[in-house]
């Protein structure tokens, strides 16, 4: 998608909202053009040397079309609020969903926090979009209106018309292509130098090493040198244009200056027309400047909706539930046929001819050398990443057949990366689920060991943790997070090293609970933790992407 046919999307939404702007730029310009026509009379009344009624009368008009405007353009502010609030809306939720759901191809090659800062943009749209639609509507009425009436006062400013229009559309063509691709790529390292800066702030303490300060000061010297490149490009097309318009006002003041004042020395119009004649100019003029600094700011919006686009774009998981197929309170059954799995910048694949079969209540454990593949069959059980070749079966039914959410609100997951998120505790271990009662949030507290540390925090639940749990010790994290994916009582827990940082004796008192069986879930689990394959009854070990032994 172009980013001109982004800018027309943008435009259909909120069209109805659209149209009343320019109805209101419409009244509002016809309005204004039409007051050199009250200040000509007025002339011609004060070149008459006459104080009349009439004269008073259009005083008075003049007046109150001048604050009629100022209340149109009220209103207008009010309906580009409106907008700007829309905008903001809509793009937060965007976001919001489709950053879980975005597929793992699409993300493989992205650092999705990066990703998120493009949210930031959705700010240069909405100012933006609301200037260009305030003055940008308002410029080309103007500029249309105002060679309308110089016509009415001689038919040679109707050929000038042509010619100012003629212009003004060469200027745009000659300089669009190139302030946008410039501003894209402005933008495309205006975002390299954020996330080296992100990079920076994430990793501070290892930056504080002289050795690697240095080199974080020289690459950020690197990215911002290839920004100033990019940004003196677009600054030369903007420069351009500038000069192009300095010559353009030149031409078109002069042209008109020159025409008005042959028609007056002809006597083909009069001093009060000649006036309003020159208001008209200005206006003209105004209007012109207003455009083009209107045409700078349409490059942004283009480069921001661009920008958003880069997420927008991306697929998400979209399979629709059939309602001939759906998991309900089944028990479930998953079975993999000859299931491979390959990196999208790999030759090689991470996973092939995997075959297994899981049951209800089975405690599975995947065991291998770091790289076997663990973690990515982990992934693939879970349907969090699609197999390259091969079929998933969950009771003995493609797993395609089954909507994502169906299938993902039943299971429990944990993976390596796993962290907090910015919130309370109670927060971050329910997500505000109504359906928790205390009962069951003690009792899941209770048999992880959180209990105890909850009640010595001033605020218990209510603790804030910031963003990664930075505050809190790495084993609460981990407790916190288990806690988190067995309270709502899945039928599957898919857990990745879920106790690597709790100390040994804590660790085998949790993993007696989750492997209990008065718990109706079934567990596969990643770990180095030997007490798990005491309490396992089944055991896959991987080797190179293939399973060499199942016990």
């Not at 700007?84 to 999705?112: D, G, H, M, T, W």
């Not at 800066?197 to 690459?219: G, W």
């Not at 991470?350 to 291998?368: A, M, R, T, Y």
Request: with cysteine; net charge positive.
């Amino acid at each position: 998608m172009t980013p001109l046919q982004r800018f027309k999307n943008l435009v259909e939404v909120d069209k109805k909202d659209i149209y009343q702007i320019l109805m209101y730029a419409i009244l509002g310009g016809v309005i204004s053009l039409s007051l050199p026509l009250g200040i000509q009379s007025i002339v011609n009344f004060i070149q008459a040397g006459k104080v009349s009624t009439s004269w008073i009368v259009l005083v008075i008009m003049v007046v109150i079309g001048v604050a009629f405007v100022g209340i149109l353009k009220i209103m207008q502010y009010r309906i580009t609020e409106n907008l700007q609030q829309k905008i903001f809306v809509r793009s937060s939720f965007e976001f919001a969903y489709r950053f879980p759901k975005i597929k793992f191809n699409y993300l493989y090659n992205y650092s999705a926090p990066e990703l998120a800062n493009r949210f930031f943009d959705t700010l240069s749209v909405q100012k933006g979009f609301s200037k260009l639609l305030l003055d940008i509507f308002g410029a080309v009425l103007q500029i249309l209106f105002g060679v309308i009436l110089l016509s009415l006062y001689h038919p040679f400013f109707i050929f000038f018309g042509f010619i100012i229009l003629a212009i003004l559309y060469f200027i745009f063509k000659l300089n669009f292509t190139a302030g946008l691709e410039t501003s894209l790529k402005e933008s495309k390292y205006k975002y390299r130098v954020a996330h080296w800066i992100q990079e920076i702030a994430r990793n501070h303490l290892s930056f504080k090493s002289k050795n690697v300060f240095e080199f974080s000061l020289q690459k950020n010297d690197k990215i911002v040198s290839k920004y100033l490149v990019q940004r003196e490009n677009h600054f030369a097309i903007l420069r351009r244009q500038f000069i192009q318009l300095t010559g353009f006002k030149v031409l078109v003041t002069a042209g008109l200056l020159i025409i008005g004042g042959i028609l007056v020395l002809n006597q083909q119009m009069n001093i009060g027309q000649f006036v309003a004649a020159e208001i008209i100019i200005l206006t003209i003029i105004t209007a012109v400047e207003k455009l083009f600094s209107g045409l700078e700011l349409f490059y942004d919006v283009l480069t921001s909706l661009e920008k958003l686009g880069t997420v927008v774009d991306m697929e998400i998981e979209t399979e629709k539930a059939n309602p001939n197929y759906q998991l309900e309170d089944d028990p479930i059954i998953i079975e993999t046929n000859n299931v491979c799995f390959k990196f999208p910048d790999s030759e090689s694949p991470v996973l092939q001819n995997i075959n297994l079969k899981i049951e209800p209540n089975d405690c599975v454990l995947i065991e291998g050398e770091n790289g076997s593949g663990k973690t990515t069959l982990l992934r693939i059980l879970s349907r969090l990443i699609e197999p390259s070749i091969g079929n998933v079966f969950i009771n003995n039914v493609n797993y395609k057949k089954f909507a994502i959410e169906d299938y993902q609100s039943k299971i429990g997951i944990i993976t390596i990366n796993d962290t907090l998120f910015e919130g309370t505790i109670l927060e971050n271990i329910t997500c505000k689920n109504p359906k928790i009662t205390n009962q069951k949030l003690k009792e899941v507290t209770d048999n992880l060991d959180l209990t105890n540390y909850i009640k010595r925090l001033p605020s218990g639940f209510d603790t804030r943790v910031y963003a990664e749990g930075k505050q809190i010790n790495s084993s609460i994290i981990q407790k916190i997070l288990l806690a988190r994916c067995i309270i709502n009582e899945p039928k599957i827990l898919f857990l990745e090293e879920p106790l690597s940082k709790v100390d040994p004796k804590q660790s085998n008192q949790i993993i007696d609970y989750l492997t209990d069986k008065k718990h109706d879930w079934t567990l596969v689990i990643i770990s180095q933790n030997d007490y798990w394959a005491t309490k396992v009854n089944k055991r896959f070990i991987l080797e190179k992407g293939e399973i060499i032994s199942k016990k």
